[in-house]
């Protein structure tokens, strides 16, 4: 295999890991966003303190974070046909990359959160703000550096899990990777991948921690 060959098969797995880590990320960071907030507004002391829905929402969160995201990509395959019209592809690979990827990044906005200063929240209570109030403008907003770093972190293991979800059909750079370099034995090909996966971590660790440090001087 030639290196034209290579770019020439490169660059839609390329495109193909972009747009699943793009779809993934939107969605993760929607749906991690709501339920690291849900899950700090219902803690003991918190907003909206509720045991059973916290209880509920802590076992979700550390359910999804315990399952290998081979295995779950592998168990879920009826909801991702259910969900995606199909159990191959990339979009097929989307739904578990979601799945896996809002538990973990839940966490993450619950300790982000949690670091926020509770004299701030007093202070806004005392204030007369309402819950909304305390939630869109102290809590989301003292956090936000951290909560960017966490995403970062987040669309990272996002690229890893494509990576593993080209092995069982998923497509991307890791299907690629495991299609030319490790069943064809071409060590081009496995290269060119590994090279591109650690040029595009590096892109969003760099944006992703510049974008923090901005935040935390604004």
């Keep these: 295999m030639t290196w034209s060959e290579v770019f020439e098969l490169l660059g839609p797995a390329t495109t193909d890991t972009l747009y699943m880590v793009g779809v993934a990320a939107l969605f993760t960071a929607l749906g991690g966003l709501l339920l ?11 907003l909206l303190p509720s045991r059973a829905v ?11 974070r315990s ?24 979009d097929a690979a989307i739904v578990p990359l979601v799945v896996g990827a ?19 929240v007093a ?10 109030t305390i939630v869109g403008k102290v809590l989301l907003r003292e956090a936000l ?4 770093s966490g995403f970062t972190i987040t669309v990272i293991a996002l690229t890893g899990y494509t990576a593993m979800a080209g092995t069982v059909g998923g497509g991307g750079i890791g299907a690629f990777a495991i299609d030319y370099g490790y069943n064809r034995f071409e060590g081009k090909a496995m290269l060119a991948a590994v090279v591109v996966l ?10 992703g921690d510049l974008l923090a440090r901005r935040l935390s001087h604004r």
């Excluded at 916290?54 to 999804?64: E, H, K, P, R, S």
């Excluded at 290998?68 to 879920?76: G, H």
């Excluded at 809002?102 to 926020?116: D, N, S």
């Excluded at 550096?145 to 960017?148: G, N, Q, T, Y």
């Design 54 to 64: 916290n209880a509920v929402l802590g076992l979700i969160v550390n359910l999804g």
């Design 67 to 90: 399952i290998p995201f081979l295995i779950l990509m592998v168990s879920i395959t009826p909801f991702t046909r259910l969900v995606a019209g199909v159990s191959i592809g990339t």
């Design 102 to 120: 809002i538990p973990f990044f839940a966490r993450i906005v619950e300790t982000a959160l949690h670091e926020v200063p509770a004299d701030v």
């Design 123 to 132: 202070a806004a209570t005392a204030m007369g703000a309402g819950r909304g």
């Design 145 to 148: 550096p951290a909560l960017v």
């Design 36 to 46: 690291g907030v849900v899950f700090v507004l219902t803690e003991p002391g918190g």
């Design 198 to 207: 650690l040029i595009f971590v590096q892109l969003i660790q760099m944006v």
